[in-house]
Structure formats: structure tokens, C-alpha cells
């Protein structure tokens, strides 16, 4: 009985909140308090949320996904399909109608709509113990705030959403950054209390008070908080459930010692999306390959080229592939997870930090542990601009392929004009994407629409 009730309650979560801020679809629906009477029943509720943000959702390692979406829209990825619903984002077409932009927009505020559904289910139970709380609670909390982050960097201004209740969602209005960011803090911060204590599950496939204090890094660097992104940075650096590993054929398996938190395949033997997205068997690539000028920017006897990076040939030509991921078929058991937050990141933001607030020799000699285990000589200066260009193409190398960085450290960098000028079709307001149209005609107060669309 007990399955079946939270069969039933995962449909209401997951089907009725469809397009739940549009003003012509009221959401009365919200799961049954069942759910949030036993402690497995509500892990499953979470269990698919997970699921759906590794199979098909935001941060996904499909096509739909934004490594691949955002890769394309800047400067990492080229495209060869031109039937395919994303080449859009590869030409810098992007409408207010495309397709792919809405469903982004959809089925990232439909998993925020479930994370709020569990918050208040969990808070509402009294049948689950404090300890069983309060790790619920962490995650949602958690996944509320990621799913929020990403929108952000993806649209500017947008709604911060945290209620299930219809009748306000139906007319939300954008937020300010500040107040964005705010939220989002907010949200991590409980998040950290929460989970402070939780010990790291073994293949971290939950987040973890480290996933808190990662995001919140991220979060302090958007808002130019050099400082407190350093301390979260320490914090996560100096702990002993991490460490950078020396070996880059460890560095995206699923044991990997680097790895914060990461997504599993929901099918037993399964890997990554990643791999089968981004591998191709045949020449020319059927959808896309790495852009040549992001080959060419590696330098020479960088491991990552040779360990991260897989090639194909035919008779005229040579093209390349993100080999992160290996595992492109089911094994016998799982060897790679959808990596989302990984310590090499977090040095590479410390180092941002530290260049910006002017101690650059500690900034040089975070990007320095990170050259060392690609095999590269150290760098040395003590001028900030040149600091900043080790550390961007620091930034490209290491993180290419993964959850948009290239796009968003660009952005925030405000260099996107100058590296992507070789692109005829783009232009400055492209920074950031439009607001879907039919969110705008169902709810006015979300506009006005993002500049230049």
C-alpha cells in the first residue's frame, strides 16, 4: 500500500506542476502527506529529482543539457548537425519561441516546484525524526538553490521561486541580483545547517555541507565577494574527505577523491550522459565536435589534451571530442557519475579570488597545483592582468564540457564580445538568453523582456 500511495504522490509531484507558473494552469494539486510519513518514501521523493537532473534537466549530460547548450553558444563546441533543436544555441539564434529555451526554462522550475513540495511536506510530518528532517531538508534546500543558481547565470533577472501555492506563483515578478543572490545564500545557508554535521555519503552522489560552502564560493564570486569566496574556499580545501587527484584517469571515475558532489545513473551499470553525448563512432560527427581553436589553446605536453580529449580520423580530416567521460555503454557496474562541483574548480576559484584581491602570489600558486597534475611548468608574475589570463585559460582547459563555465566565467568576466567576435551572429545581449515568450504573455509581471530580444 505504502508503494503505491507514493507512486501516486510522485505523479502529482512530477506531472501536475507543468508549466506551474502559468496563469491559465492552477496547480491545486500538492503530494500526499503520506509521502512525508516515512523516511524511504520521502528519499524517493528526492531520489527523483536526482534522477531527472542526470536524465533530462538543466545540468543533464544530454543535448538538453547546458555543458552541451552553453559550449555551443560560446566557443567550445562546433556543430555539424543542422536539423538538431539545440543549433540553435550553436548560431546564436536563440528566440523567445525556440523550443529548447522553453523546455530549459520548464523543467527547471518544475524540479524547483517539487523541491518546494518536499520542504514543506517534511517540515509538515510528524512522523519523521529530527535527524531524518533535517538530511531531507539539507538536500532540498540544496537543490532548490542549484537549480535557481543556474537560471540565473542562463536568464539575469528571474523569479526566485519557494512556495507551492498557485495563486502567487501565477504572478511572480523577476528579482533584482541582489535580492537573487540574497535568496540564494538564504537557501544555503539552511542548507549548511542542516547537512553541517551529516557525514559525506561514500560516493558523494548526495550533497553534502561541502556542496554548500562550493556553492556558496560560486555564489560570492558573482557578487564579487572576494573575501568570504576565499574563507568558503579554505574551508573546503582544508578538509580531509578531498583531495586533488594526481592521476587525470581518476579525476572522473566514480571513486575519485576530487569529486564534491555528482549525479549517478539511476540504472544499475549505467554511466554518463556525458560519454554518449559527447564520444562519436564515425566521421564527420553526427552532431557536433570540440571547436579547433580550443585543441589549439592547449599547450604542448598538457596531460589534459592527451588524456581528456579523444580523437577521430578519416581521409581529410581530424576531429576531436571532450573524453572526459569514457564509458559511452553499460558496464557490469557503474564506473562513472555525472560529476557537478569537483575541488580543482574550487581552486581555480580561489586563485580568481586571490588575483582579484590583489595577493596574487597565492593565486598563482593555486593555478600552479592545477598545471602540476597536467604536467605543465609553473607560471610566475605579479601583474594582475596577466594573472587573470593564466587563469582564464586555466579555467578553459580544466573545466571545458562542464556545466557551461567557459559561457558564465566569460560573462562574468565580461569578455564574452572579444572571444567570441569570430561569430558573425553574436551580439552583446546575448549574454543573456530570453525570457520564453509564453511565460511573459501568461504572467506580465515577469516583464519587462531580457534587452535586444
Not at 512522523?127 to 534546500?141: C, D, M, V
Not at 590583489?358 to 602540476?372: F, M
Amino acid at each position: 500500500m505504502k508503494k503505491i500511495i507514493y507512486i501516486l504522490c510522485l505523479y502529482f509531484i512530477y506531472t501536475s506542476c507543468e508549466n506551474f507558473t502559468e496563469i491559465d494552469s492552477p496547480v491545486t494539486v500538492i503530494p500526499s502527506q503520506e509521502v512525508f510519513n516515512d523516511y524511504q518514501t520521502a528519499q524517493a521523493s528526492l531520489a527523483h529529482i536526482y534522477s531527472k537532473l542526470f536524465s533530462d534537466v538543466l545540468v543533464t549530460g544530454s543535448t538538453s543539457g547546458i555543458g552541451i547548450l552553453m559550449g555551443a553558444y560560446s566557443d567550445e563546441l562546433t556543430y555539424y548537425n543542422t536539423s538538431s533543436p539545440s543549433v540553435s544555441f550553436y548560431n546564436n539564434q536563440v528566440t523567445p519561441t525556440d523550443f529548447t529555451l522553453t523546455s530549459l526554462w520548464d523543467k527547471s522550475y518544475n524540479l524547483i516546484y517539487a523541491t518546494n513540495s518536499i520542504i514543506t511536506g517534511v517540515k509538515n510530518s510528524n512522523k519523521l525524526n529530527t535527524e531524518q528532517k533535517k538530511i531531507l531538508l539539507g538536500e532540498a534546500y540544496f537543490l532548490r538553490a542549484y537549480i535557481h543558481y543556474f537560471i540565473l547565470e542562463l536568464f539575469g533577472k528571474a523569479p526566485y521561486i519557494t512556495s507551492t501555492d498557485f495563486t502567487i506563483n501565477s504572478k511572480v515578478s523577476k528579482l533584482t541580483e541582489d535580492l537573487y543572490l540574497s535568496q540564494l545564500e538564504d537557501d544555503l545557508q539552511i542548507s549548511y545547517n542542516y547537512l553541517d554535521n551529516v557525514p559525506l555519503t561514500p560516493l558523494r552522489t548526495k550533497p553534502s555541507y561541502l556542496s554548500c560552502q562550493s556553492l556558496l564560493a560560486k555564489v560570492n564570486l558573482l557578487k564579487g565577494n572576494w573575501s568570504q569566496a576565499i574563507k568558503f574556499c579554505n574551508d573546503i580545501i582544508n578538509s580531509s574527505d578531498l583531495k586533488i587527484e594526481n592521476n587525470l584517469d581518476i579525476v572522473f571515475l566514480k571513486e575519485s577523491q576530487e569529486t564534491i558532489w555528482q549525479l549517478s545513473n539511476p540504472t544499475n551499470g549505467g554511466n554518463t550522459l556525458e560519454a554518449t553525448s559527447y564520444i562519436f563512432i564515425s566521421t564527420p560527427p553526427p552532431l557536433f565536435s570540440l571547436n579547433e581553436k580550443l585543441i589549439e589553446s592547449f599547450e604542448l605536453n598538457d596531460l589534459r589534451k592527451e588524456k581528456w580529449i579523444g580523437t577521430l580520423s578519416n581521409n581529410t580530416n581530424t576531429y576531436a571530442y571532450s573524453y572526459k567521460y569514457k564509458q559511452n555503454k553499460n558496464t557490469a557496474n557503474s564506473l562513472e557519475h555525472s560529476i557537478q562541483l569537483r575541488l580543482a574548480e574550487i581552486y581555480l576559484i580561489r586563485a580568481e579570488s586571490y588575483i582579484q584581491s590583489n595577493q596574487i602570489e597565492l593565486g598563482i600558486q593555486d593555478i600552479n597545483t592545477i598545471r602540476n597534475r597536467a604536467n605543465l611548468t609553473a607560471i610566475q608574475t605579479n601583474n594582475t592582468i596577466d594573472a587573470m589570463t593564466f587563469l582564464e585559460q586555466e579555467k578553459r582547459h580544466e573545466l571545458f564540457c562542464e556545466q557551461g563555465h567557459r559561457f558564465f566565467d566569460l560573462k562574468r568576466w565580461n569578455k564574452l564580445d572579444s572571444a567570441l567576435k569570430s561569430k558573425s551572429s553574436w551580439y552583446s545581449h546575448f549574454k543573456n538568453l530570453p525570457l520564453p515568450e509564453k511565460e511573459l504573455l501568461l504572467n506580465p509581471n515577469l516583464n519587462p523582456q531580457n534587452n535586444g530580444y
